[in-house]
């Protein structure tokens, strides 16, 4: 306590001399970094590992800039929700479109009331969320998807399969489940708009426990709780970038993004911007981070295309929780990754040990197994400072501090290695009822002109542009043929084995609307051109991944599956419907890389409240 007072008073007299010397420091570190790893060495193309951290960076405090327009720190309210009773609570959305500077560079986002990203989300579980989304754009349609939560079909917000486009207004009823807290977020399903920022955070805070009274606050022993968005983000409209990735000329490479975004800002130097592509640009400051000495972040990869790896230097990361608040087993680390489109991860970040006022930064590093083709202005690695809190914002110091056993320290956090805490044997069922198997890769042949086309088990299905009636809306004998969509048909309340081979020569994020599953494998081919495929019905073939996780694995609702591998994951078919399944890179999705699942008979799927509610979103 002496300490920090005495600490607090200085910081008072340090604080001007401190803010020069910062920009200072600022400028001549970060300035010539910024620039430097931007260009790529050969060394850095082609190599899916994650680039080293530069641990060096910044010397001295952070200071606070006088105003603080440029902390992109987004604060959750877990104490508004924890201690009362479940509600139901109505948004009315307005989606528009402006011109927005994210990182400097001017583009045209869409927007919901006005902001960019959406509005942050905060519930309980057990609320129920009534969300009137008005669609005031011109010849556009709209529809929101809740990724990761488990709610009726028809408010899953999937444009051809469960809904038609919203041209006017359209209400989504979400009944929260009891048991479903975490980090969730919605974004846009209909053509290519969550690239051009239709997406938001949705977080369902856990209850505190009514009998012991301990919330998540006590139990990780945390006074913040912020969410992080973290994308890569590209400076010209989706549909163009769409073009160009399907352009036959461009060998089915993916497009490069310029830039990356934090909560929707970021840092691009105007310099960058080519003669060929010159941009409108305005130069703006690096923005910074604000987090208290032990802080949760719930974490998610809003992007198109590439994943990322996380590092911080002065604070040391543990990870909590992955996708929708399924617990792992503990481990602590300074670098966390690969985080792909579509996940998340709640991380506690704790000073632990360092200073307070020691300076700190969040490194953010997009993977390169998707960056083929190198975009020169893009720096693919790139740093921001965490300051601390003001003063008067600061949380009292602990005056019973919790002594808990700490987390084991690893080199780094290996998402695609983590455990989910043990499970009780027999939950996950030893034996799963059904079994589907699934080839799945991306195609450029000469019978579609060399254009990119995203298979699953040979069908090839887009609904980033459909305007056709939803499946869920039409019997069998009347879906489109062309494409024709893959739907597989499962049986209701058992255990179904998706097994979900990736025949190609890159990884793919994939996700199960509706449903978690247990990852139960997750296989990587041991060398280039291996393909060590797993056929479950063959059993003479010991599964080149070993056997299947029973005893810990970990739940979650996407999941990547590395090249030429595979992934086998578990789920429970309980919720009737038409289920998406897909990747969540958008220009693969956008070509054909889905698929839908139907739980449950056609009369449990396609019930009077189904049709009514697909009537009123095809009203418009
Ligand atoms: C949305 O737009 C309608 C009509 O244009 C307006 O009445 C309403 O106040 C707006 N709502 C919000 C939240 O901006
Ligand atoms: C997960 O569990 C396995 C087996 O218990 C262990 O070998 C491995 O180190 C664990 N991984 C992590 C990241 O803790
Ligand atoms: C997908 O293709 C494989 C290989 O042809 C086949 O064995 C499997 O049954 C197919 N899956 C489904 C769900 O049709
Ligand atoms: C969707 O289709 C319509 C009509 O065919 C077309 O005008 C529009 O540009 C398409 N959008 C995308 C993203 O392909
Ligand atoms: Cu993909």
Known sequence: MEKNGIWKRKWKVILPTAAVLATVVLFFFLYPKFYLSGSWSDDDLYSGDSPEIEQELGHGPVAHPAVDANDFSIGLHPEQHIHRDPETIGLEWNITKGVRRPDGVAKEVYLINGQFPGPTVELRSGDELLVTVRNELVNEGVAIHWHGLRIENTMDGVVGLTQCAINREFTYRLKIPDHQAGTFWYHSHSELQRADGLFGTLVIHKPASEVESTSDMEKYDYQNEQVLMVGDWYHRPAEEVLADYTNWENFKIEPAPDSMLLNGVGYFECSMATKAHPLDCQGQSVPHLTLPARTRLRIVNTGALTGFTISTTGF?????????????????????????????????????????????????????????????????????????????????????????????????????????????????????????????????????????????????????????????????????????????????????????????????????????????????????????????????????????????????????????????????????????????????????????????????????????????????
């Open 316 to 620: 040391v990361m543990t990870l909590l929780e992955v996708d929708g608040g399924h617990e792992v087993e503990q481990v602590r680390s300074e670098k966390v990754g690969i985080l792909y489109p579509g996940e998340r991860i709640d991380l506690l970040l704790d000073r632990s040990g360092h200073d307070e006022y020691e300076s700190a930064w969040i490194t953010i590093a997009l993977d390169r197994e998707n960056m083929q083709f190198p975009n020169m202005a893009l720096t693919p690695t790139q740093q921001f400072a965490i300051a601390p809190p003001m003063d008067n914002e600061r949380a009292a110091p602990h005056e019973d501090p919790i002594v808990r056993p700490r987390a084991p320290e690893v080199p780094w956090i290996d998402l695609s290695k983590a455990n989910g805490s043990a499970i009780p044997p027999g939950e996950v069922g030893v034996q799963s009822d059904e079994t589907i198997l699934l080839y799945a890769s991306i195609s450029y042949l000469t019978q579609y002109e060399y254009r990119p086309k995203g298979f699953i088990n040979h069908t090839s299905w887009s609904l980033s542009n459909s305007s056709d009636m939803p499946l869920l809306a039409l019997d069998q004998t009347s879906w489109p043929t062309d494409p024709e969509p893959f739907v597989v048909k499962t049986g209701r309340t058992e255990w179904v084995d998706l097994v979900i081979n990736n025949i190609d020569d890159k990884g793919h994020p994939f996700h199960l609307h509706g449903h978690d599953f247990y990852v139960l494998s997750v296989h990587q081919a041991s060398r280039v051109g291996a393909y060590e495929q797993y056929n479950p019905f063959d059993a003479e073939k010991e599964p080149a991944g070993g056997p299947m996780n029973l005893a810990n694995p970990v739940i979650k609702d996407t999941v990547y599956i590395p090249s030429q591998g595979y992934a086998v994951l578990r789920f429970q078919a309980n919720s009737p419907g038409l289920w998406l399944v897909h990747c969540h890179v958008l220009w693969h999705e956008a070509v054909g890389m889905n698929m839908a699942i139907q739980v449950g008979d056609d009369a449990q799927v396609r019930g009077e409240s189904v049709k009514e509610s697909i009537a009123k979103s095809c009203a418009g």
